[in-house]
């Protein structure tokens, strides 16, 4: 072992150790924090960013933990040895450099992280407008007059979520979609987002709202584009049977 | 929050006996140092503590504002800034061991003090509707509920303040108080004139600003 | 002896007495004032909890000096044990001296930690499985928002005992700038408590938040809630007067800033915070509670107000507010690191307005707690960059700390353990931050059990391991005898593991889908496996504490001596007697030279009169 703690030998055998735990722990960062499945748009977008972080994480972490335990495991003192440790008091180049890159580093997250937002939060010409009503402890659901307390969007095309609440603050998250907003007293709030994988899904409430917060849950299927016409049309029917020898509306 | 007198009390009174019996400092000029620090960074505090309430009334008013007594508004706010002087005077009078210009002075201000506060709570609120009928209540709009919040927030500190000028008031008939030691007549002058400058604040906030809203 | 000459005993009886009065004197008025019905809960309970305040620091005994000086009686300051009386009586009633409120300080922050813990563990065994087992809804809600305040009342006791104790040792200053103020921040804590623990027997199910409107149309345990977060904010702002003052004023002759111990830096970083952000709660809380007394419609959009109003206003104090939970838990791993790595501080100055920077910066981010709170879209990226930007001066602290250990002579005691301990559970933490504060990842991971992974490893890496440190650390200069070492050993092997388990776990389940607050879940999530780990290892973490708590009840009996300096410090504590004498210096201290300069030969930090001076 080198003796001096400025000697080169030191940082290289640190930065090689700092590599393969990167590696090591990027692996297990993603292991132990797994996504639910991508059934939007969104959750590719902000899955990918969450990703950069990981290994952002992956890296800062192994470099501090790794420069840390080295320290801990080579400039231990032995047995005997009642020096005190080398005299430096800091060095300005160093601190600088440790502060211009980190702040490089948030400067491009903070560019990327505005991109994802941006895309996330698009909107489209022909979105599907979905009416949500949030109450204590329950959702129902309105498309252009027709309530339903289950709430079916078609896949692959842009939802575009007009909420409301008059009791409480609730907040609407399907975890497979990514996407989430709270539902305001007195204020609209809107939430986009783009289905791509069809299926069941279970939209739950996130912010706490009193006794059965924990249940405040509804089913969501997400069809294809004629099964939903089909629902829709079937729905508007059973609501107002009238409408059924006009002709189902499409829209 | 609304410890005012609690604090202002607390560093006039340490510096009272500071210069006995505080081992910590063990001069007069230096605990007066430290008194003069604390009591304004309770300022600071306290600031925030107003400020705060400016922003809401931003936040919920934007540039609208209710319906005041224009008169009563201005009148008060006279009242009060006429008291700052008063409040000068009385120090100045202990300063040069004037002690009958001492004691009329805090006398005067402390009726001043109340005349506002009769002006806010007997005209602005309407507490009395048999003198004057208020325009506005807590319960029915923003409008009431910042006014009153405000106005009593700022009236809590009126009050406190005129407490302290009895207290001081009393003790320098006693003669606790030298022209060179009475760290409690310049608290309680600062203070008064903090909450003083809040209300030139509060003023235009509620009364100027803004178009008004029926 | 009786039990009246407790201040504490005293104070209780008055609490309850001004509580009884409260509720008399609101029903007397209602009935002369011939209103219907004569008992109504809300005002009488609010006007019982605040005059229940008044009753107990009049019975305690906190006032009782001020009192006098309002009608012209001298009041000197008694410095010392109380006179034919046992000395352990001074740590239950009013005392003046800064080491004795560090000790109550501290030790109620214990309590607080273990009251807080404990509904941890009940409400965490509730959760180990799917379904409810013995808990009904509202009552988990009801002890998951008590864990919430009793733990963050347990860091501010905590951050008051380390800052009270310290930082006038540390100046060589013979106490606090203010005593009697000092002491009557502290007595502010007791009734702040008692309220809290008597919503317990309302219920309240707001969670720390408390957001209207939920907490406008619950139970009147809120209102106890907010008097006695409002009393718990009065102390902090009184301390943090009282300690900004005595950092500026009280340091002995060549003791510039740049020459403080850098706890005091920390200290005077976060007292800033505390000075100022808590009015914000303090006013956001009367608000709330004047809605329900008065409907004030701040937050009622029915009247024109609105829920948002509250979330900035309560925002603007708690984020800086985990700062103030933080800088001074890095001021001690600053504090400690160089003196087992016998090494001097790398980069004080850095460090030390690193402090300042984090809070002031700050002050600017509170809206990354509201991404998808539904206020205006446009604050979002100013609010993402303010909060990324913090990551750079938590930065700079990192690798600073790196550079101190680097080449040192380590030796690892029980302090040293739980500083790196800190240093790498802050440091997952910090780096959970930037992945929330990115505003499109937050959107899936706000109110998930990753926020609450982010926030008990930053809690735990930058408050509750830094604290445990410092306990260990100061021990013996607080006891004159040695902690067990073997104990604490174990307490931090046991802990260090346990918490990992704990913290990855939640943010584990949280990615997946797990939300926040929440009695039961649902089986689907898959999330069963990862709650059954947090939940033993939220057991484990008890169990070690109550090996520290034994060890530090046990060892103050028979533990071995300790001696003035058993660390071979620098700063200036250690330089006196161990236990510290009544009267800290036996004569004023000069700074002759710079803290840190451990392996630096022949140099002093300071210099006492008539003494030979230091090592
Ligand atoms: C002790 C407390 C503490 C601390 C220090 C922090 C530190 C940080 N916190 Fe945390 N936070 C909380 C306590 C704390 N937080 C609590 C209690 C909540 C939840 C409240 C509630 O809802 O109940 C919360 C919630 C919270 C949210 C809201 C989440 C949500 O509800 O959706 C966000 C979002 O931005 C956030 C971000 C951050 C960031 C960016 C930091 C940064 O300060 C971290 C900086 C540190 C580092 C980044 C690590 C070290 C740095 C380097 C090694 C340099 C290089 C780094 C980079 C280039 C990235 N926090
Ligand atoms: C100091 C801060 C602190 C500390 C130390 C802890 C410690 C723990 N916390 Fe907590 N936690 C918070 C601050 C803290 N927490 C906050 C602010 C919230 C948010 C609340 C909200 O959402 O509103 C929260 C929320 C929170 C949740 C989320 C609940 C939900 O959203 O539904 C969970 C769930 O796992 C949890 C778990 C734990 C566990 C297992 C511990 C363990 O570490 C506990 C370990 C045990 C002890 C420290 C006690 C030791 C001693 C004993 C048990 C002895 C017996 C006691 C006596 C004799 C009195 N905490
Ligand atoms: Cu609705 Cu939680
Ligand atoms: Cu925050």
Redesign the interface.
Same mark, same amino acid.
């Given at each position: 072992m080198p003796k001096?703690?400025?000697d080169k030998r030191h940082f290289i055998i640190a930065a090689a150790l700092v590599a393969v735990t990167t590696v090591l722990m990027d692996i297990l960062l993603k292991a132990?924090?797994?996504?639910?499945i991508q059934a939007s748009l969104?959750a590719l977008?902000?899955d990918a960013?969450?990703g950069w972080? &990981?290994s952002?994480?992956a890296f800062?972490?192994s470099l501090?933990?790794v420069?840390?335990l080295y320290?801990?495991v080579v400039? !231990?003192?032995r047995p005997g040895?009642n020096?005190?440790?080398?005299? /430096?008091?800091?060095?300005t180049t @160093?601190?600088i450099i440790?502060?211009v890159v980190? &702040?490089i580093a948030?400067i491009i997250?903070?560019f990327?992280?505005?991109n994802?937002?941006a895309?996330?939060?698009r909107s489209e010409p022909n979105e599907v407008v979905v009416k949500v009503n949030g109450f204590q402890w329950g959702w129902s659901f309105e498309y252009d007059g027709v309530l339903s307390p289950e709430m079916v969007i078609p896949v692959d095309q842009r939802v575009r979520l007009e909420m409301n609440t008059r009791?409480?603050?609730h907040?609407f998250?399907i975890?497979?979609m990514?996407?989430?907003?709270?539902?305001?007293?007195?204020?609209e709030?809107i939430l986009r987002f783009t289905p791509i994988v069809t299926g069941e899904y279970?939209l739950?409430?996130?912010? &706490?709202?009193? !006794?059965?917060?924990?249940?405040m *849950?509804a089913p969501v299927r997400v069809v294809s584009a004629s099964e939903f016409d089909q629902w829709l049309a079937q729905r508007r029917a059973e609501q107002n049977p009238a409408l059924v020898q006009a002709g189902p509306d499409t829209e | 929050m609304s410890a005012a007198t609690a604090h202002a009390v607390a560093a006039a009174h340490a510096g009272h006996h500071g210069d006995h019996h505080a081992p910590a400092v063990d001069n007069y000029k230096e605990q007066l140092r430290n008194n003069r620090l604390g009591l304004w960074l309770f300022f600071i505090s306290e600031t925030f503590l107003f400020g705060g309430l400016l922003a809401v009334r931003f936040f919920l008013w934007g540039d609208h504002r209710p319906e005041l007594d224009q008169f009563i508004g201005l009148l008060v706010t006279s009242v009060l800034l006429l008291s700052s002087f008063t409040m000068n005077l009385a120090e100045k009078g202990m300063e040069h061991g004037d002690m009958k210009t001492f004691s009329r002075g805090l006398l005067a201000t402390a009726v001043l003090g109340t005349i506002f506060l009769l002006g806010v709570l007997v005209f602005e609120w309407g507490l009395f509707p048999a003198i004057y009928q208020g325009h506005l209540t807590p319960w029915d709009n923003v409008y009431g509920a910042v006014v009153f919040a405000m106005t009593g927030m700022h009236a809590l500190h009126v009050l406190s303040g005129i407490v302290f000028i009895f207290i001081v008031w009393r003790l320098g008939r006693q003669g606790h108080y030298t022209p060179q030691r009475h760290w409690g007549v310049e608290a309680c002058a600062i203070y008064w004139h903090f909450v003083d400058l809040v209300w030139i604040f509060f003023y235009p906030a509620l009364y100027l600003i803004g178009t008004p809203v029926h | 002896m009786s039990l009246m000459s407790l201040g504490l005993v005293r104070g209780l009886i008055g609490q309850a007495l001004g509580t009884l009065a409260g509720l008399f004197l609101v029903t007397l008025i209602r009935v002369l004032a011939g209103m219907d019905p004569i008992w109504a809960e809300e005002p009488a309970w609010v006007t019982g909890a605040v005059l229940g305040v008044i009753g107990f620091l009049i019975g305690v005994g906190a006032l009782t000096d001020w009192a006098k000086w309002t009608v012209g009686i001298p009041t000197p300051l008694h410095h010392g044990p109380p006179v034919g009386k046992p000395a352990w009586v001074r740590y239950f009633s009013v005392d003046y001296n800064h080491k004795v409120i560090g000790i109550q300080y501290g030790v109620t922050g214990l309590l607080m930690l273990m009251i807080g813990g404990a509904f941890a563990v009940i409400f965490r065994t509730e959760l180990s499985r799917t379904g409810l087992q013995f808990l009904s809804?509202?009552t988990?809600?009801t002890l998951l928002s008590m864990h919430g305040w009793a733990a963050l009342m347990a860091i501010l006791l905590g951050i008051g005992g380390m800052a009270n104790y310290l930082v006038p040792l540390m100046l060589g200053a013979e106490d606090m700038a203010f005593p009697r103020l000092n002491a009557f921040a502290y007595w502010l804590n007791v009734p702040s408590i008692v309220l809290l623990m008597t919503s317990l027997f309302f219920g309240w199910?707001?969670?720390w938040?408390v957001?209207p409107?939920?907490s406008v149309?619950?139970s009147v345990g809120y209102q106890f809630v907010f008097y006695s977060i409002f009393t718990l904010g009065l102390s902090s702002v009184l301390g943090s007067l009282n300690l900004i003052a005595t950092i500026l004023r009280m340091r002995p002759p060549g003791m510039t800033l740049f020459r403080m111990p850098i706890f005091c830096w920390a200290i005077l970083a976060t007292s800033m915070i505390q000075l100022t952000a808590t009015q914000l709660i303090g006013l956001a809380f009367l608000m709330v509670s004047f809605e329900r007394l008065l409907g004030m419609g701040f937050f009622d /959009?029915?009247k024109g107000g609105?829920?948002?109003l509250f979330q900035h206003l309560f925002w603007f104090y708690s984020h800086p507010a985990v700062y103030i939970f933080v800088l001074p838990g890095l001021g001690i791993i600053s504090e400690i690191l160089p003196v087992f790595?016998?090494?001097?501080?790398?980069?004080? !100055?850095?460090i030390a307005l690193s402090s300042l920077a984090i809070a002031l910066v700050g002050f600017l981010v509170w809206g990354h707690h509201m991404f998808? %709170?539904?206020y205006a879209?446009y604050l !979002?990226?100013p609010f993402? @960059?303010a909060t *990324?930007?913090v990551?750079?001066p938590t930065?700079?602290k /990192?690798? %600073?700390w @790196?550079?101190t250990?680097?080449?040192?002579?380590?030796?690892?005691p029980t302090p040293m353990l739980f500083v790196?301990g800190a240093?790498?559970v802050f *440091?997952?933490g910090g780096?959970?931050g930037?992945?929330l504060?990115?505003?499109?990842?937050d959107?899936?991971l706000?109110?998930?059990y990753f926020v609450v992974g982010h926030f008990h490893a930053t809690i735990f890496g930058g408050f509750t391991f830094p604290f445990f440190a410092a306990i260990y650390y100061w021990y013996p200069k607080i006891t004159g005898r040695m902690y067990n070492e073997a104990m604490g050993k174990l307490h931090f092997w046991i802990m260090t593991p346990a918490f990992w388990m704990m913290s990855?776990g939640q943010? %584990?389940v949280g990615?997946?889908?797990m939300?926040?607050?929440?009695?039961?879940?649902?089986p689907?999530l898959g999330v069963e496996f990862g709650h059954i780990l947090v939940t033993i290892a939220g057991f484990a973490i008890a169990f070690s504490i109550l090996i520290m708590i034994y060890n530090l009840l046990h060892s103050a009996e028979v533990g071995k001596v300790a001696g003035a300096n058993p660390w071979r410090s620098r700063s200036p504590e250690w330089q006196i007697p161990s236990p510290v004498p009544e009267h800290s210096f036996a004569a004023p201290i000069a700074v002759v030279g710079?803290p840190?300069?451990?392996? @630096?030969p022949n140099s002093t930090y300071i210099r006492m009169a008539g003494a030979a001076g230091d090592d």
């Open positions: 001096s703690a400025t132990v924090l797994p996504l639910p969104e977008t902000i960013l969450i972080h &990981l952002l994480i800062l972490f501090i933990v420069f840390m320290s801990i400039f !231990r003192k040895d020096s005190d440790g080398e005299h /430096f008091e800091g060095n @160093l601190e440790w502060t980190p &702040l948030v997250f903070a990327y992280g505005i994802t937002l895309e996330v939060t009791d409480v603050i907040s998250w975890p497979e990514r996407v989430k907003q709270d539902l305001v007293p007195g204020q709030t279970t739950a409430c996130a912010e &706490l709202c009193g !006794r059965s917060h924990w249940s *849950l | - | 809804a509202d988990y809600n199910d707001g969670g938040t957001y409107p939920l149309i619950g /959009f029915e609105t829920p948002i790595a016998r090494k001097p501080l790398f980069g004080y !100055r850095w998808t %709170s539904g879209e !979002r990226v993402m @960059l *990324l930007l990551a750079v930065g700079v /990192f690798f %600073s @790196l550079g250990i680097w080449g040192g002579r380590l030796t690892f790196l240093i790498s *440091l997952i780096l959970s930037p992945i504060a990115t505003v499109a990842s959107l899936h706000h109110d998930s990855i943010m %584990s990615v997946m889908g939300r926040r607050r929440i009695a039961d879940y649902d689907a710079e840190y300069d451990y392996g @630096l």
